[in-house]
C-alpha cells in the first residue's frame, strides 16, 4: 500500500500512523497501527465480516462491523464482546462504480464538520488493509471504558415512524422542523441542542448530504437525561449518487414555512430560508447568523482538509465543484 503521510484522522500532514490527538480521542490513549488484518474484497473475509454483521442492532443500508481495540491492533469484535468501534468498508454492492470512495468521503466530510465549522461528531478515522483500501472507523458514543453506558434513539423511532407495506423508505418522509420540535419537547435545555441541529442541517445541505434522513439524527439518554447525539454518517453523498432533492427529507426544511423566490423558482434553498427555518424552531436571530455567516464562502481549512484526504484526485475535484456549486446557491439574494 502507499506509504502513510497524513493522520488517517485528523488529516494533519507529517505523520505515518494516527497522530497523538487522534490516539487520544480515537482510541483513548492507545496507540493504534493503522492496518487491519481483514481485506473485506476477499470473499472469505466477506463471509467472516457478514457474520460479525450479524451481531450488530445499528441500522443501515451500507455494511458495518463492531471492532474493538486488542493489543493495539484494530479487529472485528466476537460474539459476547462490547465493541467500541464500527467498521464501515466500501459497500460490497459492486454496481456503484465509486463504492470505493466511500469510506474516505465520510472520513473527509465527518473531519470539516468538526474542524472547521465546530459541529459535535463521532470520532472517526480511517484504516487500511493490507492493500491498501481505506475502511472507515468510528467510535462508539454510547461506550465508555469498554461499557455501554448511555441508550441511543433515532428520531425515526421518537417520531414513531415506521416501515409500513412496502415503504421501505420511510425514514425519507417529513420534514426538518418535526426533528426541531421533537427536541424543544423532550429535551429541557434544548436551545444549545438546537444551535447543534440547526448547524448540521445547514452543513448537510452546503455539503450535499442527501441522505441526512431521520435515521441519521438521535438523541442519547445519559442517566435519564436527554442530549442530541454526536453527527455521525455525514458523507457528499452527491459524489456517488444524483437525487431529486437537496435535502435529505421529503417535506424539506418546513412546510408551514414560507419558500424564498429563489427555492420557488430553482428548487435550491438559499439563506433566506435557512434564516426562516432558524426563525421557525426558535433560534435567536444573532445566533442562526452567526452559523449562517460560516457558510458565505468555503473556508481555506476546507480546502485543505480535502486536498491532505486519501480521496483519489478526480473524487477531490469533483467533491470542491459540489460544495461550490451548493455555495453559490446558498449565497444568492432573494427578491
Known amino acids: 500500500m502507499k506509504m502513510i503521510e497524513v493522520c488517517?484522522?485528523?488529516?494533519?500532514?507529517?505523520?505515518?500512523?494516527?497522530?497523538?490527538?487522534?490516539v487520544k480521542n480515537l482510541f483513548d490513549g492507545i496507540a493504534v497501527s493503522p492496518i487491519i488484518d481483514i481485506d473485506f474484497e476477499s470473499e472469505n473475509d466477506q463471509q467472516q465480516a457478514m457474520e460479525n454483521m450479524n451481531n450488530m442492532s445499528i441500522s443501515g443500508a451500507q455494511e458495518k462491523f463492531s471492532a474493538i481495540i486488542d493489543g493495539g491492533i484494530i479487529r472485528l469484535s466476537k460474539d459476547g464482546e462490547q465493541a467500541t468501534h464500527i467498521l464501515k468498508p466500501a459497500p460490497f454492492n459492486m454496481s456503484l462504480s465509486t463504492r470505493k470512495q466511500i469510506p474516505a468521503n465520510e472520513h473527509l466530510t465527518m473531519q470539516i464538520a468538526s474542524q472547521v465549522y465546530g459541529i459535535?461528531?463521532?470520532?472517526?478515522?480511517?484504516?487500511?488493509?493490507?492493500?491498501?483500501?481505506?475502511?472507515?472507523?468510528?467510535?462508539?458514543?454510547?461506550?465508555?471504558?469498554?461499557?455501554?453506558?448511555?441508550s441511543q434513539e433515532d428520531f425515526a423511532s421518537v417520531l414513531q415512524m415506521s416501515e409500513e407495506g412496502s415503504d421501505s423508505n420511510f425514514k425519507y418522509n417529513g420534514n426538518y422542523a418535526q426533528i426541531a420540535d421533537a427536541i424543544k419537547r423532550i429535551i429541557p435545555a434544548w436551545m444549545p441542542q438546537?444551535?447543534?441541529?440547526?448547524?448540521?442541517?445547514?452543513f448537510d445541505y452546503l455539503y450535499g448530504n442527501e441522505d441526512a434522513h431521520m435515521k441519521n439524527f438521535s438523541m442519547v439518554n445519559r442517566e435519564g437525561e436527554y442530549f442530541l447525539a454526536p453527527a455521525y454518517d455525514l458523507i457528499n453523498t452527491c459524489v456517488h449518487i444524483q437525487s431529486d432533492s437537496d435535502l435529505g427529507l421529503s417535506e424539506g426544511l418546513a412546510p408551514d414555512m414560507e419558500k424564498s423566490d429563489i427555492y420557488e423558482r430553482t428548487g435550491h434553498?438559499?439563506?433566506?430560508?435557512?434564516e426562516r427555518f432558524a426563525e421557525r424552531i426558535g433560534l435567536p436571530k444573532k445566533r442562526a447568523d452567526m452559523v449562517l455567516d460560516m457558510y458565505m464562502v468555503i473556508p481555506h481549512k476546507a480546502i485543505e482538509l480535502i486536498d491532505n484526504s486519501f480521496l483519489d484526485e478526480k473524487t477531490k475535484r469533483v467533491y470542491k465543484r459540489i460544495i461550490e456549486e451548493r455555495t453559490s446557491h446558498f449565497i444568492r439574494k432573494s427578491e
Do not use: W
Open 120 to 150: 459535535i461528531t463521532a470520532e472517526n478515522g480511517l484504516c487500511f488493509s493490507k492493500k491498501g483500501q481505506p475502511v472507515y472507523i468510528t467510535k462508539r458514543f454510547d461506550v465508555t471504558n469498554g461499557i455501554k453506558d448511555c
Open 194 to 202: 438546537m444551535e447543534q441541529f440547526f448547524r448540521m442541517v445547514v
Open 269 to 274: 434553498p438559499c439563506r433566506l430560508d435557512f
Open 8 to 22: 488517517p484522522s485528523t488529516l494533519m500532514h507529517g505523520y505515518a500512523g494516527y497522530s497523538p490527538r487522534a
